[in-house]
């Protein structure tokens, strides 16, 4: 076979065949269009891979953002827990604290000696082998810490009470003189009174003094009434409950109006000569459940 090839000169060149040549070029042709088709198929096949590898890692990320959110989300709700309770703690704290110095108060106990404003007094040497705590066992002593809190609040508001109830009691018992100044100038009982002068019942004890001077209370409790009395002149009446009710006669002016609650020791009145009286004097009568008693057992009462 005979090839005839143009060359830009236009001259003519031609080239002698042989089926063998022709074949040779022909698989030669062949394998360049498989090797061509095979580069192309490789080239498709890598870009379907890099594709999926892509949206499988896309896909990995996707769910490891959603676990460290899940995971910042229980972490920040976690940590509110834990400021919630020792916002809880702090208030318990707090209230340990005016209890305590309350309790301090009533007991009459040494300030220096048990002063809740002060820090805890506490030391020692730096120990060795020290760990952080982990979250658990953090979460362990602090509700440990919350009951022991929760027990010693309890524990402390029932002292008080009870010191309370002890200070209620002493303020509400009669002892004393009800006045500042004076001495007792007629006793409880029979004696001859000193306008009939015929012996008579006298229900309370008169305390003489100087006109002007103050009455005052021997118990804490409520007046239950402040103001003329025939008989008693301008009279005070308190009731110091369990029954007792204490009155107090004869005042030039009185310091105290009805309803008013009174302190032991409290000023009451000014000391005069009103009502069925001879001088300056505090007539003072204690009642004991609406019975009259005799009022020098709590004068000298301590």
């Known amino acids: 076979m005979k090839i005839i090839l143009l060359k830009d000169s236009g001259s003519v060149k ?14 030669f042709a062949l394998f360049a269009s498989l090797l061509a088709a095979f580069a192309l198929h490789s080239g498709l096949s890598s870009s379907s891979m890099d594709e999926a590898l892509v ?47 309350r309790v301090t108060q009533v007991a009459e106990l040494d300030e220096g000696e048990f002063s809740f404003d002060e820090p805890v007094a506490v030391g020692g040497p730096v120990a060795t082998g020290e760990s952080p705590l ?77 006109s002007g001077s103050e009455t005052v209370a021997v118990a804490s409790g409520v007046v239950t009434f402040a103001g003329k009395r025939s008989g008693y002149g301008k009279l005070v009446e308190i009731n110091h409950g369990d029954g007792y009710v204490t009155r107090y006669g004869h005042h030039e ?29 505090v007539h003072f009568e204690v009642l004991k459940h609406g019975r009259h008693v005799d009022p020098a057992r709590y004068v000298v009462r301590r």
């Open 55 to 101: 949206t499988e890692w896309q896909t990995v990320l996707a769910d490891q953002r959603s676990e460290l959110q899940a995971l910042q989300e229980k972490s920040a709700a976690e940590a509110q827990a834990v400021g919630r309770q020792l916002a809880g703690m702090q208030a318990r704290l707090l209230r340990m604290e005016a209890l305590g110095v």
């Open 134 to 210: 982990d979250w658990s066992e953090l979460q362990s002593r602090l509700d440990t810490l919350a009951i022991s809190l929760k027990d010693r609040e309890t524990e402390l508001e029932v002292l008080h009470t009870l010191l309370r109830d002890q200070e209620y009691r002493q303020a509400t018992a009669l002892t004393g003189r009800p006045v500042t100044w004076g001495w007792i100038s007629s006793g409880f009982g029979k004696r001859v009174d000193p306008f009939s002068g015929t012996e008579a019942w006298h229900a309370g004890v008169d305390f003489a003094g100087r």
């Open 14 to 27: 031609t080239i002698q065949c042989t089926r063998r040549r022709l074949a040779a070029g022909l698989a």
């Open 253 to 281: 002016s009185l310091l105290v109006a009805t309803g008013e609650i009174v302190k032991k020791g409290q000023p009451i009145g000014v000391m005069g000569s009103t009502g069925r009286s001879t001088g300056p004097h």
